[in-house]
């Protein structure tokens, strides 16, 4: 019923483990046969399996495991991950110009990010296969999530980061799951690059570029949808970095669409930062992707030569969708109104919400268009970022107000806030 081979020529991958395709070199992605479930079916699973007590049957990826990979039961690693909240957003609506917006937030997931999803496919395959340990390169993030499943798992754990550049809190809960944190001169292509040259036989990559975490990724297209009973949204827009969530969102919504669980696709809009846009501008001159020196404030994304791009490309031109990019700035300004909803995320995924803003701006989403931006990580995983935005950009907002009279100042707070 589902079916690894390689994204780009279609070669049946002779090892079970291989990252990459022996013929030609792409990546590997599982096809699923959508023919052969039933959408009634899918609905009727998940809504019975949200009132089980199985750990399965609680998360919101294993939840749909007739769309998975295959993996024994007992070799299944999860957290309760994947059943994040779409939430209304009224501010961000407001600032982006559209009517009505909601967040998915995918940084309310167990480590406080997206990768999760994927990482629960991802280790527990590794685990069923009897790996030892997991291995990654990352900016924070992925490290993270593959601490805490490898830790679960009771796998160990080695994460490449650039030396540079990371946020603080990342490594820190890296290092409380118990992960191994070696870090590299250069940056996260770096990293990847040196981790794409291991031996998957013989310890498990989990980055994106591996299959299994596509599969998981792909579960926050369902869990979107099933929130809206099916409902499709016009525009999805998300930030983009090494382009495997992008990847991920669009198969999930295809599938989604396959099986007949929806009647449409929703256009993707992946969004970039300025300084590390190779993706944006190979969309915007119609060529291949050409690889930078990434830099920008947004760390979670700094990275110039994307694994998943071929991928990406192929769902944002099959959902009709869009590839831009947003400056430092509007990150920063987009964040502090995700906040300002009572939501907050970490700069990366703002991304999505400074993204929809030009879009609106430019004509290309319209006013009334039923949006939803997809929030990758938690306000807390970036606390030094918003530390110095609020010292620099609002410093009244970080106000330590002594020897005043406390009902004057509130009155002052409440005329000023209304
Ligand atoms: N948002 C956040 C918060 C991320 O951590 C990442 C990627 C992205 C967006 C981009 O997603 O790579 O699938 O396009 N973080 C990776 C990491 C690279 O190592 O944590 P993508």
């Known amino acids: 019923m589902i079916a690894l081979r390689c994204a780009g020529c279609a070669e049946v991958p002779a090892e079970p483990d291989a990252l990459a395709c022996a013929a030609c070199g792409d990546l590997l992605a599982f096809e699923l046969d959508t023919d052969r479930v039933h959408a009634h079916a899918i609905e009727e699973i998940s809504r019975l399996r949200k009132a089980s007590a199985d750990p399965r049957d609680r998360s919101g990826v294993w939840r749909f495991r007739e769309l998975l990979p295959p993996v024994a039961d007992d070799a299944i690693t999860t957290l309760r991950e ?96 118990g992960a191994h944190v070696v870090a590299v001169e250069g940056d ?38 099933e929130q809206r009973r099916w409902e499709t949204p016009d525009w999805v827009v998300l930030p983009g970095g090494n382009l495997g969530n992008a990847s991920a969102l669009g198969k999930g919504f295809r599938e989604a669409r396959g099986i007949g669980l929806t009647a449409r696709l929703p256009r993707l809009a992946v969004v970039q930062a300025a300084g590390a846009a190779p993706f944006a501008r190979a969309w915007r001159e119609g060529r291949d992707l050409v690889p ?59 991304a999505s919400l400074a993204g929809l803003r030009k879009l609106v701006a430019s004509g290309a989403v319209a006013p009334d268009a039923d949006v939803v931006c997809v929030l990758t990580g938690h306000v807390l995983k970036d606390t030094a970022y918003a530390a110095r ?26 005329l000023t806030r209304a």
């Open 82 to 177: 994947g059943d994040v909240p779409l939430i209304d957003a009224p501010r961000g609506a407001s600032y982006a110009g559209v009517d009505e917006l909601a967040y998915l937030h995918l940084g309310m997931n167990p480590t406080a990010s997206f990768k999760d999803a994927g990482m629960t496919v991802a280790i527990s395959h590794a685990r069923e296969r009897g790996a030892r340990a997991a291995v990654c390169a990352s900016t924070g993030n992925t490290a993270a999530s593959m601490a805490a499943y490898a830790a679960r798992a009771g796998m160990s754990a080695v994460v490449i980061a650039p030396v540079d550049g990371i946020s603080a809190a990342k490594v820190a809960q890296t290092l409380d799951y």
């Open 188 to 225: 996260f292509d770096d990293a990847l690059r040196a981790v794409r040259a291991l031996d998957p036989a013989t310890v498990a990559v989990v980055n994106s570029v591996n299959p299994y975490r596509i599969e998981g990724q792909k579960t926050a297209a369902f869990v979107l949808l």
């Open 292 to 350: 930078v020196r990434a830099e920008t404030d947004a760390t979670a994304i700094r990275i110039g030569a994307p694994a998943s791009w071929k991928k990406a490309r192929a769902e944002v031109r099959f959902s009709a969708g869009t590839v831009l990019d947003v400056t430092d700035a509007e990150i920063a300004e987009a964040r502090a109104i995700v906040g300002r909803d009572g939501v907050g995320c970490e700069p990366a995924s703002a």
């Open 389 to 414: 935005y609020h010292a620099s950009e609002a410093p009244h907002a970080n106000a330590i107000a002594r020897g005043i009279d406390l009902a004057d100042y509130l009155n002052l707070v409440m």
